[in-house]
């Protein structure tokens, strides 16, 4: 039997989150939408992410912070424990970048070795 789970993150800003899904070229709404999961059962969320089998993938704000929702038993475009990694991954390069900007910090270089990121910065 297929069900809704939901996976605590430490994403807590809309704008790094949409971000970091641009990064990985995956189309998003946002609002209240509902997702889809097994036999047709809907959850509501603030950001939807559809897969090419047809079940959702969604974000939903609680608390402080966003949650990832989804059937994981039949979403099969990726693995949850991946699609999370991946997805605070890019969220964490962008709110690196922003923090550092903010405090007067260019990014002179940007060098990338796998999956990590090795920033040279100036401060302006």
């Known amino acids: 039997m297929s069900h809704f789970t939901r996976v605590k993150t430490k994403i807590v800003e809309l704008l790094y ?5 641009s990064d990985l ?5 946002e609002g209240k939408v509902k ?4 036999m047709g059962k ?3 969320v603030d950001l939807r992410i559809r897969t090419p089998e047809g079940y959702d993938v ?14 994981w038993d039949m979403v099969r475009t990726f693995s949850k424990e991946a699609f999370v990694k991946e997805v605070s991954r890019h969220y964490a390069y962008h709110v690196v970048k922003d923090q550092l900007e903010v405090q007067d910090f260019k990014v002179v270089e940007e060098r990338r070795q796998g999956q990590a990121v090795s920033l040279t910065l100036r401060r302006m």
């Open 25 to 29: 070229n995956l189309q998003f709404e």
């Open 58 to 71: 969604g974000f939903v704000k609680v608390g402080d912070s966003y949650e990832v929702v989804a059937d």
């Open 17 to 21: 989150l949409k971000r970091a899904l």
């Open 35 to 38: 997702i889809r999961g097994y």
């Open 42 to 44: 809907k959850t509501s």
